[in-house]
């Protein structure tokens, strides 16, 4: 226990205290199991002294006595400051450590005391004045003299500041650590997660590898806002980075306005984090002066302009950036970091349709779904190419515009998968398998809601082979995101909501066998069973499904084969005419294809003969009022492949045959 204040000019500094003894000669002595209580203390006073001495403080006096009791030691730093010595020995802190037995009563003698030794010190009639100031523990770090007070005991708090994610959601979180005496203990607070609360052990352990001795007393980190919950280890730099500052390594000042991001090693390594670009997008438009990142981040780091991004490797790496030494060498060589030609994976061919034999209905009803943003249902017995036609849909579709190749990325930076597929203007493409669960497909998790497939098909292609083989529970969580372009995934701790405006390629067999075409003689299904296996695509789910087409068997191939067709390149040079004819349509209302457009303009501005169509589909039931409005977007589509100023009868007539295909 200390208490400090400045030196007053009329008080006299003498080292009237003398030992021929060194610090470790003092702390051997003290190691002795059969010393009495009182040699002891006596001894721990004359280890202290000398421990003084070493660091160029003089020793002013030694056990003086007063009506509030004895102080240790009275020392007189470099600096010129005063500073009272409380010491306490203890062989074991089996019964607490030593500084707890400097309770505040014992604080406000020690005050009083060193206040009647100056007031002694100090000619009478002289006008200095000694503020005070308590430090607790023992070999604390002096503080700044505008640091708080609670009960005359100096709070040593530090801060820093981090960035939570709720979905791609981001928000500033700002970090207290409160060192405070008391048994020696660690904890977060601010509702954080599993792997949040064991950041506990990688951040003690990290500072003691960079040469920190941690603090042994109660140390509390706080993260506010506390109602939002955080999640993660991206938040264990920051943590460090508050300790330290609490601590005083680290200036506080400097961290004020830092964002500081990276989960910590055992060994003090910053590891890479994810979702790092939702982060430094929020972090752009707030008042964030830097942002320290992890090195093996960096490639993500630069897509985001306008933000100053410093990089560290170690713990080590951030102390030495503001000013402070660590002891143990950051080893800046662990952690690889690709060159600006390798930060990203090369994105995978998604193929060509041509390298599809015939199914030429089949590629132009892609086409159509490419051109229009619609939602395709392909039917045919196996082998006959519909996931090679789902595989390549991808490469005929309209590429992504700068703000939405911005979300597919945040989305994969969240995902950890932004490595393996980078930044591209192709759309993403995800098939999961049809044994997926319903989290896998539109997000789950424990506390709050991960991303899922529909998530990760944002502004691509989600494709279901055997869709009939998914689970019915599975397929019906599909219905709101087809119609929203969104999920919300609730949990206990929340609800994350995550985008999710994907186009649906269904694949199917016409029977369970797959043999159950033509005229059927292979087909060994009896007839329930086909009726279980397709009442698993519910007429909601059909409802919502614009086109649905049958792929055939191919029955010739060779040289003299009918000629490939289009190329992918061609296609889409067509669905890119056809997409910025509809945005040119649909500038004012802001919607980018038909498959956005509303019921109300479709009946505004649908021609009457083509409306009459759709009334006799709807009189005949064989359309739903949603089959009507999406069968009037198909039909608009059709008309934009076709360079027509409006849809007519025919395109009409090709909408209702593409959606109404019979599935038996």
Not at 95 to 117: C, D, F, S
Not at 306 to 327: N, P, R
Not at 415 to 430: A, H
Not at 644 to 655: I, K, L
């Amino acid at each position: 226990m200390t208490i400090a204040t400045p030196v007053s000019p009329a008080i006299r500094t003498l080292d009237d205290a003398h030992s021929d003894l060194t610090f470790a000669q003092w702390s051997h002595r003290l190691t002795d199991p059969a010393l009495p209580a009182h040699t002891l203390g006596r001894y721990g006073e004359a280890a202290t002294c000398q421990w003084l001495r070493e660091r160029s403080w003089h020793i002013l006096d030694v056990n003086w006595r007063t009506r509030y009791g004895e102080i240790d030691i009275i020392a007189l730093t470099p600096h010129r400051t005063i500073v009272f010595v409380e010491v306490k020995t203890r062989r074991t802190t089996r019964y607490g450590l030593p500084q707890e037995a400097v309770h505040p009563a014992k604080q406000m003698n020690l005050r009083r005391a060193a206040t009647q030794w100056l007031a002694q010190q100090t000619p009478q009639g002289s006008a200095h004045r000694h503020p005070l100031r308590c430090h607790g523990g023992a070999g604390a770090r002096r503080r700044s003299a505008h640091a708080p007070y609670s009960g005359g005991v100096l709070m040593a708090i530090g801060g820093a500041l981090s960035v939570g994610l709720i979905g791609l959601k981001a928000f500033i979180i700002q970090l207290q650590a409160f060192i405070s005496p008391g048994l020696p203990y660690f904890s977060i607070i601010g509702l954080p997660d599993a792997s949040l609360s064991e950041a506990r052990e990688r951040v003690k352990s990290g500072c003691t590898a960079a040469g920190v001795a941690w603090p042994q007393t109660r140390v509390t980190v706080n993260m506010s806002p506390a109602s939002l919950p955080k999640r993660g280890s991206s938040h264990d730099l920051a943590i460090a980075a508050s300790v330290l500052s609490a601590q005083g390594i680290i200036d506080p000042e400097c961290l004020t306005d830092t964002v500081v991001l990276g989960e910590l090693n055992l060994d003090g390594t910053v590891l890479p984090i994810n979702g790092l670009l939702p982060i430094l997008l929020h972090v752009r438009n707030q008042a964030v002066r830097r942002v320290v990142v992890p090195r093996a981040n960096r490639d993500e780091a630069e897509l985001v302009d306008g933000v100053d991004v410093a990089y560290v490797s170690h713990v080590g790496e951030l102390m030495e950036m503001y000013g402070a030494q660590a002891k143990v060498a950051a080893p800046r060589a662990s952690v690889p970091v690709d060159s600006a030609d390798q930060a990203f994976a090369p994105m995978a061919d998604v193929g060509d349709m041509r390298d599809v034999v015939d199914q030429d209905g089949a590629k132009r009803a892609l086409q159509t779904a490419a051109a229009g943003g619609h939602h395709v249902l392909m039917m045919g017995p196996p082998g006959t190419g519909k996931t090679m036609l789902a595989s390549r849909f991808p490469g005929i579709m309209a590429p992504l515009t700068e703000d939405e190749q911005s979300e597919v990325a945040s989305i994969r930076s969240l995902s950890g998968t932004l490595r393996s597929f980078g930044i591209s203007d192709v759309p993403p493409f995800e098939a999961p398998h049809h044994t997926a669960t319903v989290p896998a497909l539109v997000g789950g998790g424990s506390g709050l809601g991960k991303p899922g497939a529909v998530t990760r098909a944002h502004r691509g292609v989600l494709f279901m082979d055997e869709a009939p083989e998914f689970a019915p529970r599975a397929l019906q969580t599909l219905r709101k995101p087809l119609e929203s372009g969104a999920v919300a995934v609730s949990r206990a701790k929340g609800t994350t909501f995550y985008p999710a405006r994907f186009q649906l390629i269904m694949a199917a067999n016409p029977c369970p066998c797959g043999f159950g075409y033509g005229t059927g003689e292979r087909c060994t299904c009896r007839e329930r069973d086909r009726i279980r296996y397709f009442n698993r695509l519910s007429g909601p789910i059909l409802d919502r499904i614009d086109i649905q087409v049958e792929v055939n068997p191919v029955r010739r191939i060779g040289a003299l084969c009918t000629d490939p067709g289009p190329s992918s390149a061609q296609m889409r040079e067509q669905v890119v005419h056809a997409r910025s004819v509809a945005q040119a349509r649909f500038r004012a209302q802001g919607w980018t294809c038909n498959a956005q457009a509303s019921g109300a303009w479709l009946r505004e501005h649908t021609p009457s003969a083509v409306l009459a169509m759709v009334n006799a589909a709807l009189a005949s039931q064989r359309l739903s009022l949603r089959g009507a409005d999406r069968s009037m977007r198909l039909a608009w589509t059709l008309c934009d492949l076709d360079d027509c100023g409006e849809p007519t009868v025919d395109h009409m007539a090709q909408a209702i045959a593409l959606r109404t295909k019979e599935l038996t």
